[in-house]
């Protein structure tokens, strides 16, 4: 740390400043909120280093988008503070891309020239070159629109070559151009005027243009690290790690610690390597260090992922408060004699651990962090900005201490790929809001964005929790990681690999054993295990797969040894189509007491249903909404049946159901709320003129008490026997769209005839 340097001295000056000006507001009562924004920002390690190359191209695509884009706009805002995330493997990466050392596949084909790409390669753009966000990334384009058009939206591969046949080089040409162009974020674009030049082009790009484009990509890869240095430095920001490659911290200390919270799982042959994970830590500490030029405070362990036996190893390497969700406080809680009240337990920190040991625990408010992840995109900016403003609102109003901090912790990066402006004018309008003090109420409430540690310094813990539950931030278990046969056969895999590095490793050359542990490290990623198992699908699943066996043959390879062929077979089976079986259609006519009541067993016995987890290909989004959907015919009625989530009852009140019903000239909306004691009625809506709807009648045939049951005549939604109809169901929460079931397709329900039972009895 250089002596004199205005910058860092008042970074080193603000905690006390705070803790001054609380002092001075104390004495007037006021409430004070500190809300703390922490993005995680994060990619698995693509590289294979034996290779020196990348088989998949997110980190450089991310970066010249969300990585440079928050930077960008928190420059715009010098009076918002906010915490950020960086995994160290994605901080390699950029200096692996920025440095031109490493390459990635997608790079490669885009650098070739157009005219003299083989034909193997002209079918490789036609498949990937259109990896974007259709509806924000690619539609916005006329030309990279008009060029997926060509395409068509499903490809086989059999049919690659034929279809890249019909693309002259002119067309491939700009597909190479528009698949790099189109990821540039908005900083980039007002930062560097020529790449806005070039979008307004369109097509008929050269070459020169093209290389332009890779040219002004690496620049902006290059800016990134000194951005968010330049920030720190003046404090603006905070600047926080990850373990090394984003491990799962609590499974490799001792993958027997999932049978705390998911004992119904199997496991593999247990995998205990408490070494490793304070090796994933210290390291981290180093790089960061190195990196930005000052050690990091804080953790955001990977998926939110702790244990108590993770706590010791933090002040061990210099880290003093951690970040998980608050779904592993209640369970913390309750696991200690205490009960769960959400609004007066989760806006504060909390210390955890041994004395001397102790460590600060900050738990992040699920319901707005999922929100900027999975539902403002969905709606329009204003409306997102001024939602978030009502929830820090209530939170101030509702919550009775004095002071508070409010976590908001999601991905940096992810979510703004399905934002239209890559959530500019959102966060925009969001920063404005807090620059301005609009969330303060004169001299009673004064509400502030802070860095974690600021706010820590502000708000010190007091309350010391006995019990640190284990678990992440999904679902407060570790499911997503382990139990699945292809999860614990790759942890299988990667048990024997570190058993036969550890007896080998003290003969080989210090460097071929440094190599062979951090290859080894890197196989210990949480990305690889995310896609194993039926919980995710992507198109690059079997990439996923390919990587991790790459990581651990590489441990082999560099320790001298034969890698086992187990490591050249795939763990993971092809994947299923991504919506199969999420619709069970029905086999008999039913006829349901409408009661909200599960009467008995047979009254939905045949009934069809719609699978409410979320699909495979999607990012998770815990709904909770419920925990099944049933539906079903009689000869005059369509019925509907909700099986409401205990986890989400406190929900209910701000949830509002609608049920779509769309046939090829009308369309019908059911509407109801989900607020306990309720709902007693439903309004009908049918399409009018234009898009929207008119209404068409109140009901009375529903019922909720255990359950939520739904009727309504077929004669009222104009059906008749064999009509198909396409419906959906859609949950509102505050009238912004949370989710919807089925989430990708509406399903396609047929409307039965007199002999419906007979005929499917035949079949």
Known sequence: MQRGNPAVCLHAWYPYAILM????????SMKTAHVCFLWHMHQPYYTDPVAGTASMPWVRLHATKAYFDMAYLLEKFPAVRATFNFTPSLLLQLQEIGAGTVRDLFLEYAQRPA??????????LIRHFFSANWATMVRPYPRYHELLVKRGLEV???????????????ELLDLQVWHNLAWFGYGPVHRYPRLAALRSKNRGFTEEDKQEVLSLQRTAIQEIVPLYRRLAERGQIELTTTPFFHPILPLVIDTDINRRARPDLPLPSRFHA???????????????RNTFGQPPGGLWPSEGSVCPELLPLLPKVGLRWLA????????????SGQSWHRQTALYRPYRAGAPGQDVT?????????????FVYHKTDPDSAAADVLHRLRSIVQQTPQERLLIAIVLDGDNPWEHYHDGGERFLSLLYSAVTRHALDQGEAVQVRTSTVSEAIADLPPVQHLSHLHSGSWINHDFKIWIGHQEDNRGWDLLGHTRARLAEVSPALPAERAEAAWRELYAAEGSDWFWWYGDDFDTAYKMEFDRLFRTHLRNVWTLAGLTPPDSLNRPICSKAAAPHADRVTPPVSLIAPTIDGEVTNFFEWRGAGSITPSPPLGAMWKADNIFTAIQFGWSLEHLFVRLDLDDASQERHGNLRVEILLQRPRCGYRLSFSLAPGGPDTFQLHRTGEGDGWEAAGEYLSICRKAIVEVAILQKDLQLEPGDDVRVSIVVLERDLEVTRYPHQHPAVLTVP???????????
């Open 115 to 124: 005219d003299a790409l083989h034909p193997d390669e002209k079918a490789f």
């Open 274 to 288: 408490p070494d490793d994970a304070e090796a994933q830590l210290r390291r981290a500490v180093d790089f960061h």
């Open 361 to 373: 625990l900050v738990f992040r408010d699920r319901d707005i962090s999922d929100a900027f992840g």
């Open 324 to 335: 998980t969700d608050e779904g592993v406080l209640a369970r913390s809680l309750e696991g």
């Open 21 to 28: 000006l609380h002092a001075q507001s104390s004495s007037h």
């Open 753 to 763: 005839g007199p002999d419906f039972e007979s005929a499917m009895w035949r079949v």
């Open 156 to 170: 086989a591969d059999h049919d690659l070559e034929r279809i890249a046949r019909q693309f002259s080089t002119q």
